[in-house]
Every structure is written in C-alpha cells, then in structure tokens.
C-alpha cells in the first residue's frame, strides 16, 4: 500500500489517511450525461477517483482531467472517474473552452457528501478549504479495496504514477 499526502485539518487528514486498506466508500454520482455511477458495482475493476477542484482549476485539474479521457492504455487497467463539486449545468463551459475535457469520465458532488467520505475537502491541494476537494487520487482495486491514496499539492498529470501503481495490484 501507498500513501503520498500532507496535512490538512486533522479530521479530514485522518480520513483521508484511515481509507488505506479499507473498503472504498459506496457513492452513486451522476456523470454529465446524466448516467448514474454506483461505485459497489464496479467490484471486478480497478478504479481511479480523481477528486479535483473543478471549473476553477484550470489549467491544472483540466489538464488532469483531458489527460485521463486521452489515455487509452490506463483506461484498458481502471475505470477512471474525475469527482468535482460543480454543479453539472455549468460543466458545459469547461468543454467549451477545452473539448478535451469530454473524453473523460466526470462524476458531480455537488453536495460534497462524498469529498467529506473521503476526507478530500480540506488537504493541503485544496485551495478552498473546506469547500473544494483539491488535486487528490484514489486507487480502489477490483475487491474494492482504497490501494493507494495521493494528495497531490503540485497538481501535476500522474498518469504514469497511477498507471505503475494500478501494475503493483
């Protein structure tokens, strides 16, 4: 198991860092079509959560995000899902500006009783704390076990990180 974070406020860091080798948090999510994603029926596959701050993180979860639905070799290892907690009627600005963005898979928490699941609202990535989950991933293996947990305050592209990490499963 992988663990690669920073503070945050201590019960979200605690969270957050507790989710290591415990079953993934159930969720059901709509994605922009409208579809609802049940996270428990998705036992069988890999999965890789990508909570991002959304619409007002650009360039870097945007980038994340078009990197994701680009990514045909990490899409054949995990089911990829990018949790952000805009409201789904204005995610029609974000592929406006940047069509790449509809290749990928993106889940709303509007409500951010997910992001509160998973300790994400207020980790050192956030910057809104307490009100937007940050640049944090989450590997879930196909028992639905949390396998690796990364809060990432660089906001890079981890494609090859999560794709070696997806490997070591």
Same mark, same amino acid.
């Not at 805009?86 to 974000?94: G, I, L, M, V, Y």
């Given at each position: 198991m992988a663990?690669?974070?920073?503070?945050?406020t201590p019960a979200d860091a605690?969270?957050?860092?507790? +989710?290591?080798?415990?079953?993934?948090?159930?969720?059901? $999510?709509?994605d922009y079509? *409208?579809?609802?994603?049940? +996270?428990?029926?998705?036992?069988?596959?890999?999965?890789? $959560?990508?909570f991002n701050e *959304?619409?007002?993180?650009?360039?870097a979860c945007w980038n994340q995000i078009a990197a994701f639905g680009k990514d045909t070799e990490l899409a054949k290892k995990a089911v990829i899902f990018n949790i952000t907690a805009d409201p789904k009627n204005n995610w029609k600005q974000a592929i406006d500006k940047m069509?790449?963005?509809?290749?990928a898979t993106v889940?709303?928490?509007?409500?951010r009783q997910i992001s509160q699941k998973y300790g994400v609202l207020t980790l050192p990535s956030s910057m809104h704390k307490g009100?937007?989950?940050?640049?944090?991933?989450?590997?879930?293996?196909?028992e639905g076990i949390i396998k690796f947990v990364r809060d990432d305050v660089t906001m890079a592209v981890r494609n090859n990180?999560?794709?070696?990490?997806i490997d070591k499963l």
């Amino acid at each position: 198991m992988a663990s690669h974070h920073g503070g945050g406020t201590p019960a979200d860091a605690t969270i957050f860092n507790s +989710l290591l080798g415990k079953i993934a948090p159930d969720f059901t $999510l709509e994605d922009y079509s *409208g579809k609802k994603i049940i +996270l428990s029926e998705l036992k069988g596959k890999n999965v890789i $959560l990508f909570f991002n701050e *959304g619409l007002m993180c650009y360039p870097a979860c945007w980038n994340q995000i078009a990197a994701f639905g680009k990514d045909t070799e990490l899409a054949k290892k995990a089911v990829i899902f990018n949790i952000t907690a805009d409201p789904k009627n204005n995610w029609k600005q974000a592929i406006d500006k940047m069509p790449e963005l509809a290749g990928a898979t993106v889940l709303f928490d509007s409500n951010r009783q997910i992001s509160q699941k998973y300790g994400v609202l207020t980790l050192p990535s956030s910057m809104h704390k307490g009100q937007f989950p940050g640049h944090t991933y989450v590997i879930i293996n196909k028992e639905g076990i949390i396998k690796f947990v990364r809060d990432d305050v660089t906001m890079a592209v981890r494609n090859n990180e999560l794709s070696t990490e997806i490997d070591k499963l």
